[in-house]
């Protein structure tokens, strides 16, 4: 639950689906593959006191995660949106219980909670933040560089975003691209804090190629192996110096109570989308906390709706390390909101508007948009 008060409870109208076609900057390679164009579903819920917003954070292809952009369209439709419009008058925090008898399909739950949270908190006046339990009125700013064509390209890449103010480096590697990239970089740019990403790209078989990244002082390791290998994981925190951080595993706080228990992980990645929403969100932050493990706030490249979300939930207490809330400019030439999130000194500022504190940019979304539907009550 949140560390504040509930929000009021709303009357739905309607809840509408679109998925956007974002294309990126510049390609962003990770060990399960190389995306160009971000396809992204975004969530609209009208009410009778206005409406909210919400980012449905799966991928084109089922890759990095089982969810994908038109299995999310599927059963949102067919089953999620159908429930909340039959309850019809709710507060967010009953959206979890009413979606539950669907089984898995987080992110798309997380979506639609989101766009409820919005509009519960606008008709308040009310910043998410503020809600969530914010203790900040800014977050530092981290970076995720893909695997780029060489480790010189890789160098190339981390002193740009260096120029740009970002304060945490993490770099993706994968098999073959692991050490070299890691030393090409801490030799460039000497003690930077710099973290290293898997997305699940190694077994246990390579912890002697992992070990071999004890030498560059990171800050930690994210998901170096399968998302159900918690056992595993724990094994291979016993081999490393470098703290292994779990990402992919954490789908829950069941799962976040599992993996601490087992000595999985000494940190924590937390993904709204991922856990399902932004209040389990707080509760795996809130079981981190207690139990003295650092999380931080990982990112699936959202847009400038997900992308303020993600900055509230990092000004929580036990955000301890830099997440990757970077700029929108970082991926996107043109945000689908008014004012895109930016780097001031190494941080961006978490909105204090009411809900979300961001506005759409109706002209950027119809421009983005390749597929509608609107489902009434």
Known sequence: MPVTAPAAAVTLESLELRVLHLPLVSPFTTSFGTETVREVIVVRARTTDGEGWGEIVTQHEPYYSSEYTHGAWDVAQRFLMPALLEARTFAPEDVAGILEPVIGHRMVKGGLELAILDAALRAQGRPLGEYLGSV?????????????????????????????GYVRIKIKIKPGRD??????????????????????AYTLADADTLAELDRFDLLLIEQPLQEDDLVDHATLARRL???????????SLKAARDA?????????????GRVGGYLEAVRIHDLCRDAGVPVWCGGMLETGIGRAANA???ALPGFTLPGDI???????????????????DGHVRVPTGPGLGVEIDPLAL?????????LRA
Do not use: H, W
């Open 312 to 314: 509230a939930l990092a």
């Open 179 to 200: 050490v070299d990239d890691t030393a090409a970089v801490r030799d460039a740019f000497g003690a930077i804090p710099l973290q290293v990403d898997a997305n699940s």
């Open 326 to 344: 970077s700029a929108s400019s970082r991926f996107y030439t043109r945000d689908i909101v008014t004012e895109p999130a930016v780097i001031e």
């Open 241 to 251: 110096k470098t703290p292994v951080c779990l990402d992919e595993s954490i789908v």
């Open 366 to 374: 119809d421009d983005a948009t390749v597929e509608r539907v609107e």
């Open 260 to 272: 601490l228990a087992l000595g999985s992980a000494s940190v924590v990645n937390i993904k709204a």
């Open 136 to 164: 900040r009125d800014r977050v530092p700013s981290g970076v995720s560089v893909g695997i780029q064509r060489d480790p010189a390209a890789m160098v190339d890449a981390v002193g740009t975003y260096l120029d740009e």
